[in-house]
């Protein structure tokens, strides 16, 4: 059974960074494209990164462009997102999720397309 660890969240002012991490256990992680996504209170889940099972292909919302950054270690089944610059709006829930395709060419920014998901961590910023 496929699970996926989040953590790495937290509280930090606007202007600050902070690095999340995604640990998988349960099938062969590198076989497959992952993602980030989030979620504030009373809105939808929406994409934030995504990267390729080889790391070759890259996604990235508009809005966190130049301030975040995915990467994934395939020897430690580990997905990074780092975070800079960060700002009020930033403020979510944040989930990682693993594609449902094997080695898809290029990643996908649609949340239909992952289908096991970590359990989130909470990303507050204030201003």
């Known amino acids: 059974q496929v699970q996926l660890v989040e953590s790495g969240g937290g509280l930090v002012q606007a202007g600050g960074s902070l690095r999340l991490s995604c640990t998988a256990s349960?099938?062969?992680?590198?076989?497959?494209?992952m993602g980030w996504f989030r979620q504030a209170p009373g809105k939808e889940r929406d994409f934030v990164a995504a990267?390729?099972?080889?790391?070759?292909?890259?996604n990235y919302a508009d809005s966190v462009k130049g301030r975040f950054t995915i990467s994934r270690d395939n020897i430690k089944n580990t997905v990074y997102l780092q975070m800079n610059s960060l700002k009020p709006e930033d403020t979510a829930v944040y989930y990682c999720?693993?594609?449902?395709?094997?080695?898809?060419?290029?990643?996908?920014?649609?949340?239909?397309?992952?289908?096991?998901w970590g359990q989130g961590t909470q990303v507050t910023v204030s201003s």
């Open positions: 999720a693993t594609d449902r395709i094997f080695r898809r060419r290029e990643v996908s920014i649609s949340g239909r397309q992952y289908d096991y």
């Open positions: 990267i390729s099972w080889g790391g070759g292909s890259i």
């Open positions: 349960g099938h062969t992680f590198s076989n497959y494209a």
